[in-house]
Nanobody, 124 residues
Framework: QVQLVESGGGLVQAGGSLRLSCSAS????????MGWFRQAPGKERDFVAT????????VYADSVKGRFTTSRDNAKNTVYLQMNGLRREDTAVYYC?????????????????WGQGTQVTVSS
């Protein structure tokens, strides 16, 4: 089993920044690719970003490319999502997820473990 705990969400004005963290326990962290997803009210859960087990490969949704950056510190069992240039449409609950593979993937169905989510609200 893997336990994931997100933190760092909150309320921010448009154009501002937030950094989300996700701490993992229960499995060798570097053996898991990690993903970030988000879900706005009344909408489906969408892919945001993913990072490989080593941290050497990342993939981003087009909507966040150039504004968000994901990274990981395997020594701390933590993955990060740095969010800059936030927009109102970024408002959502953000989830981190882990998969039993080191390879990045955009498909939420290929992730095995999920955190509880953290709310990000962007005001105009």
């Amino acid at each position: 089993q893997v336990q994931l705990v997100e933190s760092g969400g909150g309320l921010v004005q448009a154009g501002g920044s937030l950094r989300l963290s996700c701490s993992a326990s229960g499995r060798t962290f570097s053996n898991s690719a990690m993903g970030w997803f988000r879900q706005a009210p009344g909408k489906e859960r969408d892919f945001v970003a993913t990072v490989s087990g080593s941290g050497g490969s990342t993939v981003y949704a087009d909507s966040v490319k150039g504004r968000f950056t994901t990274s990981r510190d395997n020594a701390k069992n933590t993955v990060y999502l740095q969010m800059n240039g936030l927009r109102r449409e970024d408002t959502a609950v953000y989830y981190c997820a882990a998969r039993r593979s080191v390879i990045v993937d955009r498909d939420a169905l290929r992730y095995d473990y999920w955190g509880q989510g953290t709310q990000v609200t962007v005001s105009s």
